[in-house]
């Protein structure tokens, strides 16, 4: 696997996040050329504390390695609900782009919303989409992973929010541009799980199947092992990993709100050689939507006459429900 880092840059966003004007016209010029070529860029400056993430991962890992039927019984009775524990053979990503064929990823997951706070669900609550707004399911153990991982989402809750007058100065939008349609935004925080791969695996199959992500954007704190992938010029290129760097990527929602000035880029994590192929890895994606009642209309920055607007409204949370369902369909069928 080779890497090419000028597909994936590292953006410095401390400067913006402080409020320097000049930093932040730098950061945002930079972010747009990543999210116009590839939709990836490596933040650092984040803020965010290591010990936080390295506390979260560590925690994480002491979970996925308990043994199953504990996990299990935080697991959702839905696979819509997704909430607690998926274990392997759950989940097939590739599906969701109508590829059946493809094994189920090498994957566990624990996933964790934010609507145990009953105010905020009471205000963002939508009837019929009950399971986008779902508690979460705690385990008992390890003691102490609740109060880390809310800890976690309310941080990366935070840095989301901070990074969007830099995207809205990247489109040339008023910095408070999207505060009204995030205002009850149903983030969803992962923690995933790639088991150490000790034979071999079954033909196609991956620690993540490709696929695109599905809401605005997505930052992911990852180990420092090799295997997540973009598709870039029509070959799957590595991402560099950058200490103390969060991997952040656009989904499919925000490229259709730019009227695909911005890219939602197919990814995947494959199965490292060598030695690493014997790892167990930890990834923790934060995955940031707006509000579920956003009306998600073409952002008038980006239509011109050569490139006019492409899509018509689609309501935030209908839209992502539907894509899910999508999914959802594929793993029956497959």
């Known amino acids: ?56 991962v560590a ?53 964790v919303g934010r609507f145990d706070d009953p105010e905020a669900r009471a205000r963002a609550f939508v009837a019929g989409a009950e399971a986008t707004f779902c508690p979460n399911r705690w385990p008992q153990r390890p ?3 609740r109060l880390l991982f809310e800890r976690y989402y309310a941080v990366l809750e935070r840095l989301c929010l901070q990074m969007l007058p830099i995207f809205a100065r990247a489109l040339d939008l008023p910095p408070a541009w999207f505060d009204d349609k995030v205002r009850d935004h149903t983030a969803l925080l992962l923690f ?15 620690r993540r199947g490709a696929h695109t ?50 890219v939602s880029t197919l990814h995947r994590v494959v199965i490292p050689d060598g030695e690493n192929r014997a790892r167990d890895r930890v990834s923790v994606p934060f995955f940031f939507q707006p509000s579920y009642r956003a009306l998600i209309e073409t952002i ?14 689609v309501v935030s949370g209908e839209w992502i429900a539907a894509k899910s369902a999508s999914m959802l369909e594929d793993e029956a069928d497959s």
């Open 59 to 111: 925690t994480a890992r002491e979970f996925f390695r308990l043994p199953f039927d504990e996990k299990q019984k935080v697991a959702p009775p839905n696979f819509e609900d997704y909430r607690g524990f998926l274990g392997l053979d759950t989940t097939s990503l590739a599906a969701t782009l109508g590829d059946n064929e493809t094994p189920p990823d090498l994957c566990e997951s624990f996933n």
């Open 192 to 206: 995933n799980w790639y088991p150490p791969v000790a034979g071999s695996a079954r033909p196609g199959q991956m």
């Open 1 to 56: 696997m080779t890497s090419v880092t000028s597909a994936v840059p590292t953006v410095d966003i401390g400067g913006a996040l402080a409020g320097d004007e000049s930093a932040l016209d730098a950061a945002a010029s930079q972010i747009d050329a990543a999210c116009v070529n590839s939709g990836f860029f490596i933040a650092v400056g984040h803020g965010v504390p290591t010990d936080l993430v390295d506390g979260a």
């Open 300 to 313: 008038p920055t980006t239509i011109t006459p050569q490139r006019p607007a492409r899509y018509e409204p």
């Open 213 to 262: 992500d599905y809401g605005a954007f997505t930052v992911v704190a990852a180990e420092q092992i090799p295997g997540l992938q973009i598709r870039s010029n029509g070959d799957w290129t590595d991402v560099p990993m950058v200490p103390d760097g969060f991997v952040v990527n656009l989904g499919d929602l925000m490229a259709r709100w730019t009227n695909d000035r911005w």
């Open 143 to 145: 003691a102490g992973l």
